[in-house]
């Protein structure tokens, strides 16, 4: 042999779903009569939901990060064979909230400590915002840090695009300091 030719292709792995399933023991205690004992459930996102962190991050990055609506998402789903309607995505991403907002306080805290800050609001499209026709325009804020090493992008919607959006996303905000 005088060596050898290597060349690189790309490939994919499309999307896989699978189900997990959660078993716990029952036990009984034939001394104390207690009755029967369940081992506890593994702590979920979203109690009494099928939804699993691997699956509410996939929609919260296609929904957030790659502007896919929720209806596009269900149709994907459906070609998966998965009925999960955009009500239901929806609820579990306002649930979602909840579950990451120590996570946001924490980035939000990292970005407002930058030197300085990107901002820019983009319209979006909300069908069944309270007191707004699905035709009226909503905003989602997005904020990026400036500093590479400490690289935080972070969404907010806003009904408005007003002054008083961006001073309550900057009321802690330093800037650069001149000395």
């Not at 050898?4 to 994919?12: F, G, N, P, R, Y």
């Not at 009569?33 to 939804?51: F, R, V, W, Y």
């Not at 309607?85 to 939000?108: F, K, P, S, V």
Request: charged share 25%; proline share 7%; hydrophobic share 35%.
């Amino acid at each position: 042999m005088i060596g050898e030719e290597t060349s690189e292709q790309l490939d994919i792995i499309p999307a896989s779903v699978r189900v997990l399933v959660h078993v716990r023991k029952k036990y009984v205690c034939k001394a104390c009569e207690e009755g029967i004992q369940l081992a506890p459930l593994t702590p979920q996102p979203i109690p009494k939901s099928m939804a699993s962190p691997g699956l509410l991050a996939y929609i919260a990055t296609a929904k957030y990060q790659d502007g896919l609506p929720l209806y596009r998402l269900d149709t994907i789903f459906k070609r998966m064979h998965i009925d999960l309607g955009r009500n239901t995505q929806a609820r579990w991403m306002i649930n979602g909230t909840d579950l990451m907002r120590q996570l946001y306080n924490l980035l939000e805290e990292i970005l407002l400590s930058s030197p300085y800050v990107h901002c820019d609001e983009t319209v979006v499209q909300v069908l069944k915002e309270p007191d707004k026709t699905p035709q009226s325009r909503s905003y989602m804020w997005v904020r990026a840090s400036g500093l590479p090493d400490k690289k935080v992008i972070l969404f907010d919607y806003a009904p408005g695009r007003g002054g008083d959006v961006a001073k309550q996303l900057f009321c802690d905000y330093k800037g650069l300091s001149s000395n």
